[in-house]
């Protein structure tokens, strides 16, 4: 990881017998890198792609990674292997094993990890807690990934969200959008969130929720987006980013840059050449590009997003065709091919730690 410090004021006492000049050690702020990515049915729907996720993670020189779609790779949990395959690369980044189909790769040592969510057999979707000690703060991430039903999103779009079928035409009630957003266990999911973070937030820990939703933001369905990328006039108060933002949460792209007109930030389908346009795309006859890859934070003076990037294919698809992007979103291109069908969304944030101390070892 690369520290940039911000400042450093060192002061002096007077001490003993000589008069010695003693340093005391102040707090310091630096920057670290998080990185949401879903890695399409664990790698295994683009050849060499689990390689390529390796590759993608040290070329972001990011220091907490989110991923989601987890399965075992080679008999081996995921996360166990990527910790083994980035350390014979050089790169040292801890993670523990789960169960479940997200899991957090850090550079910080991991000193706890709980399921959040399912909680009973039948819920779907996961979100997987993880407590990190970041220059003396305690640093809670959450990844998620929630449940892919009732993808109503595609409603205003001419496609039903259940059976990615075609359908006598688009739905752009808003009642009628959410009565199908509202059957998937995504908002359940959330509210179970809601209820754990709130120790965190008594605790005054430093809080990232990150995530595939599987649902858009109610900030990117608004008037001025409305006539935009097949929304059809549509705005939508999506459910899952109205939950969050009500408890006190933040889209941390959105903070960056506030205007999805110039800035969609698009996550999915991704443009990926290694892949057939078919395998891409569940409404070929839409624009169904959409951000539902997120990375939300805590508002607190130790904990501030500072850059945004978009990592992946410049190139979206958009009725079944590659598309290049024309936004001034910030990419960070792939290093060779690209592994799944989502671009992955990046953020540094700006934390204050509660002393001097560098906050991991440096690869």
């Known amino acids: 990881m690369k520290v940039k410090v911000f400042f450093y004021v060192l002061f002096f006492s007077i001490t003993g017998k000589y008069g010695l000049l003693q340093a005391a050690q102040p707090p310091v702020t630096f920057l670290f890198k998080a990185l949401q990515m879903n890695i399409w049915m664990g790698g295994s729907k683009v050849d060499g792609a689990v390689g390529m996720i390796v590759d993608e993670i040290i070329h972001s020189d990011a220091d907490i990674i989110f991923l989601n779609e987890l399965r075992d790779y080679r008999g081996e949990n995921f996360i166990s292997y990527m910790v083994k395959e980035l350390n014979r690369r050089g790169y040292t980044f801890y993670g523990k094993n789960s169960s479940l189909s997200v899991g957090v790769l850090s550079r910080f040592p991991i000193d706890e990890q ?8 039948g819920e779907k979707g996961a979100i997987l807690r993880v407590l990190l000690t970041v220059a003396g703060r305690k640093v809670a991430v959450y990844a998620a990934h929630l449940d892919y039903r009732h993808y109503a999103c595609y409603l205003p779009r ?38 754990r973070v709130r120790l965190d937030i008594e605790q005054k820990h430093a809080i990232l929720l990150a995530g595939d939703f599987n649902e858009p933001s109610h900030l990117d369905w608004k008037e001025d987006t409305k006539k ?23 889209d941390a792209y959105r903070s960056v840059y506030p205007n999805p007109v110039t800035h969609p ?8 050449k290694c892949a057939p346009v078919a395998k891409l795309t569940w409404a070929p006859e839409a624009d169904e590009r959409e951000r539902i890859d997120f990375i939300y934070y805590y508002p607190s003076p130790f904990l501030v997003p500072e850059e945004a990037w978009i990592v992946g294919p410049v190139h979206s698809v958009v009725k079944g065709k590659m598309k290049k992007e024309r936004s001034s979103d910030c990419f960070i291109r792939p290093k060779r091919g690209w592994p799944t ?7 540094s944030f700006r934390v204050s730690g509660l002393h001097s101390e560098n906050p991991c070892n440096m690869n």
């Open 114 to 121: 709980e399921t959040v969510y399912p909680r009973v057999k």
């Open 158 to 195: 001419g496609y039903s969200g259940s059976d990615w079928k075609k359908i006598a035409k688009p739905v752009l009630n808003e009642e009628d959008i959410l009565a199908m957003n509202g059957k998937s266990d995504r908002k359940k999911a959330v509210g179970v969130f809601l209820q």
């Open 228 to 250: 935009l990328w097949g929304h059809n006039g549509a705005i939508v108060n999506w459910d899952c980013s109205r939950m969050l933002y009500k408890a006190g949460f933040r």
């Open 265 to 272: 930030g698009f996550t999915y389908p991704a443009g990926n």
């Open 341 to 347: 069908d989502h671009k992955a969304v990046m953020l």
